[in-house]
């Protein structure tokens, strides 16, 4: 009996530590120490008007802009998620197929030889914000074409807004879709 | 894959090393009773704590530990269940989400009470806010910390000191461990840019004249526990691939090392109690070359990638990156499927599901074995389990009484731990069965691929890791009292039979080392205890992993 007692009173001073206490004292810390990140990476235009986050994804259609990887959600950030397909599943291979075929399209300069495997595959999250150097380079004609913009100009964007390993060692280089088509189109 | 990529493997286990010996000798020295410095910082604070909860610091009998354990765990998870109940009646909901569904309710309170964080509701969509923080935080820090009681009792009880008070180790895990670490983590996190806030959903414009709602929330305290507790629940459904949960290679290494803290430095802890550090360090030897086997078995297979995507002729020098995230590329992605299996932890920065078969093979043998240093506590306990049978087949076959640390293993204790071998396999592979025969359109991927998406459910749930093969639509009241069931089994039946075996052997007198005592600090008992692993393991599950991933990948 002594232990349901004991268990209750633990319970409660346990909560008051473990989620109150805890949970506000990073929360009032983040606050104050760096409120743009703990708010969610926010990005504002000139208005003050969010035009959404530097680390979640939006999907791009206009050939005038960098096209981010496969989202299964369409980069419905209320969520995430993806169709969860196994290497042996033919839905796998029928959507890459297509993705394929999409590309030819839109892309008649680019061999499918240099089409990098991250564009046509869906992200773990669905909302993933990068796209591979080799992703971007690969789009260059196509934007270059539809936008006017000098294909060495677009290539010193790429490298603008890649970001590199951190430390120089850990992860891999990615560029961030939403910036780099956010300079597009302050270059267009 | 570059170089790079596999140099900063290394570097990370090179950490993980580093940090082993000093945070073992810390943990020895802020569980012992014995008056120390640790003591004398952190006393004045506990003792307003064990006032408040009643608690006294007096040793309990084993029986009386094993009792105040699962005693105050049921408690809990009963109370975890009732606020998921009603969480759309309570303050702090500011997407107004509805009350659980009493299925999903019962599994989800037990799987956090578990340290195992199976989620069958989505974060966005399914807990508020005031869940979130309270009750899912709560068991995130409770169930590590019962973890952490029960392997310093386990090991008291095999050095023939007495169990302890389950409470005061409780609150020591939380106070001298689990608080001071999330804390410092959270923040860390928070400049790397996890947000920390309890505003709603941001909704954005995009630039192409789209509505984009943004979810956050309180998300960095909740992961620095997470990681750190072994415990693996996200805040947002895709867990750790989500770019709020994990947005760059830095929190990914963080969250990789405060994975691998606590379990990797109790082989330490455990020998600096028995008194020489050599029994530990043969132990965590051994782990590690099991997880750099694991690591290179997984680096490969998601670097060759899937066959059938290569051959479609495009340019997949990035592996296989189906459900995966370009920052971390194949290298991490595949790094973090290792060690959150290892780890029992059951974070995901990538899709387990989409992994190629035997990159998606390692971590479900990680989790069958649950010994490649494994869960916060019981993963040790458990390694220590099967360093007791080592010795005891190394015994019966030279012909003498086994001796663990001086005392001598007998048929009591050796019933004890046939029992807690047997429970594991039952609990994965009938339920798979089950599953397999009564809810086959629940799997959502044709052919081997199905089998192993119901093998890794319960293989998973057992293993209290919480990661899963998200395909399956595991939403329904058969997965949700099933696992749920599995779970609490997987969890509560070994701590009970592992702590009688510890005072069983608790009261047993030492007897003196002899010229023929076999010794259990020597790289041959490493080999020993690793063989035995792996023969009772591939004794046990061969068959199931040959028709699941192996099949798999003889058809791609």
């Given at each position: 009996m002594r232990i349901i007692w004991v268990t209750l009173r633990t319970t409660f001073t346990l909560a008051i530590v473990c989620c109150l206490i805890y949970n506000l004292a990073v929360w009032a810390v983040a606050q104050a120490a760096a409120p743009d990140k703990a708010n969610g990476s926010l990005i504002r235009n000139a208005e003050g008007q969010v035009i959404g986050s530097s680390l979640i994804g939006q999907s791009f259609t206009d050939p005038g802009y960098f096209h981010g990887r496969v989202s299964s959600i369409d980069y419905d950030a209320n969520g995430s998620g993806t169709p969860n397909y196994a290497p042996s599943n033919p839905e796998l291979l029928t959507r890459t197929e297509k993705s394929i075929a999409e590309w030819k399209t839109e892309?008649?300069?680019?061999?499918?030889?240099?089409?990098?495997i991250d564009l046509i595959t869906n992200s773990g999250s669905g909302l993933d914000p990068h796209i591979s150097p080799a992703a971007a380079e690969a789009q260059i004609p196509r934007v270059s074409k539809a936008t006017g913009i000098a294909k060495d100009k677009l290539e010193q964007l790429i490298q603008a807004h890649t970001q590199g390993r951190s430390l120089g060692l850990f992860g891999e280089p990615a560029v961030n879709v939403l910036e780099l088509n956010l300079a597009v189109q302050a270059a267009k | 894959m570059t170089v790079i990529s596999i140099l900063a493997i290394a570097v990370t286990l090179l950490i993980m090393i580093a940090l082993a010996k000093p945070v073992g000798l810390y943990l020895a020295a802020a569980f012992d009773y014995a008056p120390n410095r640790i003591n004398r910082i952190f006393s004045p604070i506990e003792r307003i704590l064990y006032k408040i909860s009643g608690v006294r610091e007096e040793s309990q009998s084993w029986k009386m530990y094993a009792l105040s354990l699962i005693g105050s765990n049921a408690i809990m998870i009963f109370i975890v269940y009732l606020v998921l109940r009603f969480q759309g009646m309570l303050p702090l909901n500011p997407a107004g989400i509805a009350n659980m569904e009493p299925t999903l309710a019962f599994n989800t309170a037990i799987s956090f009470m578990a340290n195992t964080?199976?989620?069958?509701?989505?974060g966005e969509s399914g807990v508020s806010y005031l869940s979130q923080i309270s009750v899912l935080v709560f068991a995130m820090f409770v169930s590590p910390a019962t973890g952490l009681a029960l392997v310093m009792a386990f090991i008291r009880g095999l050095t023939g000191k007495a169990a302890g008070n389950f409470f005061v180790d409780l609150i020591r895990a939380l106070t001298r461990v689990l608080l001071p670490v999330a804390f410092v983590s959270a923040l860390l996190f928070v400049f790397m840019g996890v947000p920390q806030t309890f505003e709603p959903a941001a909704t954005a414009t995009t630039i192409e004249g789209t509505q984009q709602e943004i979810a956050r929330g309180p998300i960095a305290s909740f992961l620095a526990i997470k990681e750190l507790g072994n415990n693996g629940g996200g805040f947002l459904g895709v867990n750790s691939a989500h770019p709020f949960e994990n947005p760059n290679g830095l929190s990914n290494l963080l969250q990789i090392l405060l994975m691998l803290l606590v379990t990797t430095s109790l082989p330490f802890a455990y020998g600096k109690m028995a008194g020489s550090i050599k029994q530990g360090r043969v132990l965590f030897v051994s782990m590690l070359m099991m997880l750099i086997v694991m690591t290179s078995i997984s680096l490969t297979a998601e670097h060759v990638g899937n066959p059938a995507l290569n051959a479609l002729g495009i340019q997949h020098d990035q592996g296989s990156m189906e459900g995966k995230e370009v920052r971390f590329g194949e290298a991490q992605s595949a790094f973090y499927s290792v060690i959150t299996t290892a780890a029992e932890t059951g974070a995901v920065n990538t899709m387990h599901d989409t992994l190629t078969p035997i990159g998606g093979m390692v971590p479900l043998v990680n989790m069958m074995l649950n010994t490649v240093f494994g869960g916060m506590g019981v993963g040790f306990v458990n390694v220590l389990m099967y360093a007791i049978i080592a010795v005891f087949l190394s015994g019966l076959m030279v012909g003498r009484t086994p001796e663990f640390l001086g005392r001598k293993i007998e048929g009591k204790e050796m019933k004890l731990i046939a029992v807690t071998l047997l429970v594991q396999p039952f609990l994965i592979l009938v339920p798979t069965a089950i599953a397999l025969a009564t809810n086959p359109d629940t799997i959502s991927n044709p052919g081997f691929h199905g089998l192993t998406q119901a093998l890794y459910e319960f293989t998973s749930s057992a293993a209290n890791n919480g990661s899963g093969f998200e395909g399956l639509g595991d939403a329904t009241p058969f997965w949700n009292i099933s696992t749920g069931i599995v779970m609490f089994l997987g969890r509560y039946v070994s701590m009970v039979t592992l702590l009688a075996v510890a005072g069983s052997l608790a009261a047993k007198k030492p007897i003196p080392q002899s010229s023929g005592t076999f010794r259990t600090d020597t790289a041959m008992f490493g080999a020993v205890f690793v063989g035995v692993v792996l023969i009772v393991g591939a004794l046990t599950f061969f068959p199931a992993v040959v028709l699941g991933p192996i099949a798999e990948q003889l058809t791609l």
């Open positions: 892309n008649p300069d680019v061999a499918i030889s240099e089409l990098p | 964080d199976l989620q069958h509701y989505s």
